[in-house]
């Protein structure tokens, strides 16, 4: 069996169970250790957070059932899937956002990008590639998930995401673009018969039909009002965190197959 990678969109699905120090423990082990004496409870707490700071943790659930299911890939010959009707309306809009994001930013032209790269822990097939920078593109589903107020990202695996494509392919900065963009009119008439479906009507009536046009296109909206942007740099510290737990994810994957 091929040794465990994980894929880039993925791992944040890995990383729980990581022993970060806070901010103040960390000040608390280089104060401790610089003083000649310490009381019985300061030796205490140091040895503890010593002890925290060098000791693996265990994988957590999260991370072993995301294996399991890689286990099952490889002997199956099969991938899980999985689909949604934001997945759906991201993958059909994805081109058209792209070239949005090159329009409002001024970029000119964007190539989206189609080479995968497959690395030693991880690997991937980030959206755009530039020069210095990796661009991923989101299609939020309706204004209402689209973070336009939002000052920090709203979703942090996409953070763990960006520092593995950046990894891959030796770029230091990212850019993280949400997208507001028109729903793809199936998807609004899947939305509008289930509504149909679920209030007793027989059909959907032209008046239904167009209620769900005018709730999910934004024609009427300012484009600003429409795109999102959050930007962070490459760090080499996330990088060795990411390669030891796919170290300890190929380790629990051993002991399984093992096991079989």
Known sequence: MKDFKIRCSAISQIMGGTNDLTDNQIKTIEDYSSREKLTIKQAET????IEKRDTPPPLLQTAKTY???WIKEQLYNRRKEFTSKMTDKGLIMEDNSIDFIADQLGYGFLIKNEEYFPGKFMHGT???????????VKNSWDCFTFPLLDDEIPNNAYWWQGQGYMHLTGRKHYKLIYVLSDTPEHLIAREAYWYAKNNGYEEVSTEIFNEFMDKMTYSDIPDKYKLKKFEFDY???????IESQVIKCRNYIN???ANL
């Open 46 to 49: 140091l040895n503890n957070l």
């Open 67 to 69: 294996c399991d299911n």
């Open 126 to 136: 980030p959206d755009v590639i530039l020069p210095d920078t990796v661009i991923d």
């Open 235 to 241: 760090e080499p510290e996330a990088i060795e965190k």
């Open 255 to 257: 002991s399984k197959i």
